[in-house]
């Protein structure tokens, strides 16, 4: 009897413990895949576009966190000459 309630308590405790690391896996796939399209996005910008961007770790950091909008926040803010020039 004591050995069935902790079996069943041990699978709720899987189950629930599966199901955190999904959300969490999912969360941070998402997260790394938003980081290296604003890194893409930077750097095509500097390529294709020619535009004369710092890739500083600053930059990078921002792209990374901020992703294709922190890129486009960089892009903008070297076309209007303000910084990452």
Excluded: P
């Excluded at 309630?5 to 895949?33: G, H, P, Q, R």
């Excluded at 910008?45 to 960089?74: E, N, P, Q, S, Y």
């Amino acid at each position: 009897m004591v050995v069935e309630i902790i079996e069943i308590l041990v699978l709720v405790l899987a189950i629930a413990l599966a199901f955190v690391l999904y959300k969490a896996l999912k969360t941070a796939t998402s997260l790394a895949i938003n980081a290296v399209l604003g890194v893409l996005v930077l750097l095509a910008a500097k390529v294709i576009f020619g535009l004369k961007i710092a890739i500083t770790w600053v930059a990078i950091l921002i792209c990374a966190i901020g992703g294709i909008l922190g890129a486009l926040v960089i892009i903008a803010l070297n076309y209007l000459k303000i910084a990452f020039i």
